[in-house]
């Protein structure tokens, strides 16, 4: 991505970046030319800078909100860890990340944790299954600190989505469980590097192993052979009548991509964001290069 890109990305969530963080988001490995970018863009109004923050709307208002948000994000995240390892203890489950706001360090009072899942191949529906009826009964169904709603299997690690919204969520991703599947994930979604070729990989070091308590190997052992199998198709086909019938007002194309649902990925997204992310984008970038004759070139669906 171009600088500008960069920024009018983030700024849909009202984020703005430091330069550092708009180079780590560009696909221009030169630091030097990023800059010269941003002073051109500052130069014709584009965007603004306050206190080193860089963002396409005149409203200081946007740095503190950040701020507060990286602070909030700071706090709560021993509590983000925290429920990682409760989802990790379940049976089937390779391995837990953060991802959605949190990943990428901002909080607020109307955040949750979002949590991408990684399960044993043939059990993903039995896993998700278990996190759920969890969520339901121990939790009241409250998904403030327990979003589990995105599940791979690690028989096909690579996300079929390839675009920048995916390409974003995979570098920001924090993985706390299962170092070895996480690696993994990252060499199947090698597709995803030269979207953002200055961005840091994450830190293997720290990530924790998905250690089974005796009930949660119990399970693991009853459902692992053919009867297992055959419960797991069986809640796969359940799960997806149910959202069939709940949001049989999106269009084929939205509910195919929001609520996928096979037997390697299980996605609960029914407000679609990853489209309306990727399509107020384009809308955006096109109306700045048209607005100011910048001679870059349009984005196309």
Not at 19 to 48: A, C, M, V
Not at 128 to 147: G, I, M
Not at 249 to 264: C, G, P, V, Y
Request: aromatic share 14%; charged share 25%.
């Amino acid at each position: 991505m171009t600088a500008l890109q960069t920024i009018l990305y983030f700024s849909l969530f009202k984020y703005p970046l430091t330069r550092t963080e708009i180079f780590q988001f560009s696909q221009n490995t030169s630091q030097k030319e990023i800059d010269s970018e941003i002073d051109l863009l500052l130069k014709k109004g584009i965007i603004f800078n306050f206190d080193g923050f860089y963002i396409d709307v005149n409203n200081p208002d946007r740095i503190e909100r950040r701020l507060k948000g990286n602070e909030m994000a700071r706090n709560i995240m021993p509590k983000a860890i925290k429920v990682s390892r409760k989802i990790a203890k379940f049976p089937f489950v390779k391995s837990v990340f953060l991802s959605g706001a949190l990943s990428k360090g901002y909080y607020d009072d109307e955040g949750d944790f979002d949590f991408f899942i990684i399960t044993k191949p043939n059990r993903l529906w039995i896993a998700r299954t278990l996190l759920v009826l969890y969520k339901k009964v121990f939790l009241l169904n409250s998904k403030k600190y327990f979003c589990v709603n995105y599940f791979i299997s690690t028989d096909q690690l690579e996300i079929s989505e390839q675009n920048l919204f995916t390409a974003t969520e995979i570098a920001t991703l924090i993985p706390l469980y299962g170092k070895d599947t996480f690696e993994d994930f990252i060499a199947a979604n090698s597709w995803a590097t030269p979207y953002f070729p200055n961005k840091p990989t994450a830190k293997t070091s720290t990530i924790r192993e998905t250690e089974k308590g005796s009930f949660s190997k119990l399970l693991q052992r009853v459902f692992n052979g053919a009867v297992g199998l055959k419960l797991d198709h069986y809640l796969q086909k359940l799960t997806m009548k149910k959202w069939m019938k709940k949001f049989k007002h999106l269009a084929q194309e939205d509910f195919d991509i929001a609520m996928k649902s096979t037997r390697h990925v299980s996605k609960h997204h029914p407000q679609n964001y990853q489209n309306k992310v990727t399509t107020r984008l384009r809308e955006r970038y096109n109306e700045v290069v048209e607005q100011y004759d910048l001679k870059y070139p349009k984005k196309h669906a």
